[in-house]
């Protein structure tokens, strides 16, 4: 076999080599050159990077507001209540455990981890549940979402907004207090509409509904649905926009 110096000599001396020798030394040749990454293949990241990534990354935590037992099932005020069960159904989240007074479970939806909550402390007292489930998690207030009954809207009509104040609402109310007074989180109103007549609010969120609004808050129900998905995908802006431009049109038109 030639050396590398004999190899040389041969070359240049115009010297025939036999084709095996040629592809031997050539393949030593190459064996000895660094190598070099190409310039259209990417980096590749780290399975421990990946998984860094994934980790650092923080749920959501979607809260309903209402009020637990069978007294209180199909009313007014539990339409928060309702709404998360429509998540769960829908994205297939199990609320088997009890977290800090509350039906609690963990899931995905469109690949983003959230963390579903209905407190069971009664409306009133909303933020005792509330407060201790996000300072645990450690949660930033802006991936709070509280959905809740609001007197004030139109019956099944809905507006995503991202803070505001309670308006009235003793559980809201009572969330901002155990949330040390900050309103700087998203809310998802769920409208009920006014009483009727001289009925006083207090009664009128504990009726139920009838027919026609089952169906109509139904269908609120799978526009909220789609709501939080886009919230999930596309972000606050993109959800509010739907939420709030199409559904005015829809009813205006």
Not at 61 to 88: C, S, W
Not at 118 to 144: A, C, D, H, R
């Amino acid at each position: 076999m030639l050396g590398a110096a004999a190899f040389s000599s041969a070359v240049a001396s115009g010297m025939r080599l036999p084709l095996p020798v040629l592809a031997k030394t050539a393949r030593r040749r190459m064996q000895m050159l660094p190598s070099v990454p190409s310039p259209l293949s990417p980096p590749r990241a780290s399975a421990s990077s990946a998984v860094a990534g994934d980790t650092d990354r923080k749920p959501w935590l979607l809260v309903g507001l209402g009020n637990p037992g069978k007294l209180y099932q199909g009313t007014r005020h539990n339409v928060g209540f309702e709404m998360i069960d429509v998540i769960a159904e829908a994205e297939g989240i199990s609320l088997s455990s009890m977290r800090f007074k509350a039906m609690f479970g963990k899931g995905c939806i469109c690949d983003v981890p959230v963390m579903l909550a209905k407190p069971t402390t009664f409306m009133n007292l909303s933020g005792e549940s509330v407060g201790p489930l996000v300072s645990y998690f450690n949660i930033p207030l802006n991936q709070v979402l509280l959905m809740y009954d609001d007197l004030d809207l139109p019956f099944a009509r809905l507006r995503l907004l991202p803070k505001g104040g309670h308006g009235g609402h003793n559980g809201m109310r009572s969330v901002i207090d155990h949330l040390k007074g900050s309103r700087d989180f998203p809310r998802l109103r769920i409208g009920i509409g006014r009483p009727p007549g001289k009925m006083v609010p207090a009664s009128f969120v504990l009726r139920p509904f009838n027919r026609k609004e089952r169906e109509e808050l139904d269908f609120a129900f799978q526009r909220g649905l789609e709501a939080i998905r886009i919230l999930m995908l596309e972000g606050l802006n993109k959800s509010a926009t739907f939420v709030n431009t199409s559904q005015s049109q829809l009813l205006n038109s």
